[in-house]
């Protein structure tokens, strides 16, 4: 499994290409800007690209979905209760992002689905909190978790419909029980592993 990252947009969103050696196939995780660059190197490295997997609504992860599906005609994967977003409030929100294009979900999952890319197997961790329907990807060792827990911190829940409790209650119930040796890999910023942040983020001591 070989990672890349691609910082897009307004917010330098970290904006994952991962894809399988074996088979060449991919997934994208929240292309948050222009994907120009992306597109060329996935069409340069002769990548199939299945999924585009947003891990929550708000625009600075959204914003190169419309054009990126458009590309490589991969699926749009997203938690449902994140559709509000998806479908145009995050416009009013983050009102930088007005003139972001809108695009269809063409799959929505829940805690427990199993997607499959080339030879590697995807798991889906429902881990709302910074919005109702975030969620994280669980791949191997590696688990990509947006805006929900970052290096030394977590989310910001003072968003509509945020809630802290809750985003403390998915960290702990859903990420932190994986082993401490897993990469986190965040919505901005730089990974860690659970093992760090278990001992050490202040918002989860």
Same mark, same amino acid.
Do not use: W
């Given at each position: 499994?070989?990672?890349?990252?691609?910082?897009?947009?307004?917010?330098?969103?970290?904006?994952?290409?991962?894809?399988?050696?074996?088979?060449?196939?991919?997934?994208?995780? !929240?292309?948050?800007?222009?994907?120009?660059?992306?597109?060329? !190197?996935?069409?340069?490295?002769?990548?199939?690209?299945?999924?585009?997997?947003?891990?929550?609504?708000?625009?600075?992860?959204?914003?190169?979905?419309?054009?990126?599906?458009?590309? #490589?005609?991969?699926?749009?994967?997203?938690?449902?209760?994140?559709?509000?977003?998806?479908?145009?409030?995050?416009?009013?929100?983050?009102?930088?992002?007005?003139?972001?294009?809108?695009?269809?979900?063409?799959?929505?999952?829940?805690?427990?689905?199993?997607?499959?890319?080339?030879?590697?197997?995807?798991?889906?961790?429902?881990?709302?909190?910074?919005?109702?329907?975030?969620?994280?990807?669980?791949?191997?060792?590696?688990?990509?978790?947006?805006?929900?827990?970052?290096?030394?911190?977590?989310?910001?829940?003072?968003?509509?419909?945020?809630?802290?409790?809750?985003?403390?209650?998915?960290?702990?119930?859903?990420?932190?029980?994986?082993?401490?040796?897993?990469?986190?890999?965040?919505?901005?910023?730089?990974? #860690?592993?659970?093992?760090?942040?278990?001992?050490?983020?202040?918002?989860?001591?």
């Amino acid at each position: 499994m070989i990672i890349r990252t691609y910082e897009m947009g307004y917010f330098q969103t970290n904006c994952y290409l991962v894809y399988d050696e074996n088979t060449n196939e991919a997934f994208c995780v !929240d292309p948050g800007g222009d994907p120009t660059e992306l597109i060329e !190197d996935i069409k340069s490295m002769g990548i199939k690209l299945k999924y585009i997997i947003i891990t929550h609504g708000h625009a600075d992860h959204i914003a190169g979905v419309y054009k990126l599906k458009n590309e #490589t005609g991969a699926l749009v994967v997203a938690h449902n209760e994140d559709y509000y977003l998806i479908s145009g409030e995050t416009k009013k929100l983050i009102p930088i992002y007005a003139n972001m294009k809108l695009f269809e979900v063409d799959m929505f999952v829940k805690q427990d689905d199993i997607l499959k890319v080339g030879d590697m197997e995807l798991k889906i961790l429902e881990t709302p909190g910074h919005t109702p329907g975030g969620i994280s990807i669980l791949v191997g060792d590696s688990v990509f978790t947006g805006d929900a827990l970052f290096r030394g911190s977590i989310g910001r829940t003072d968003f509509p419909k945020g809630n802290q409790e809750q985003l403390i209650k998915s960290i702990k119930e859903k990420l932190l029980i994986l082993d401490e040796r897993v990469r986190v890999y965040p919505g901005h910023g730089v990974y #860690t592993t659970i093992g760090l942040e278990k001992r050490f983020n202040p918002f989860l001591i």
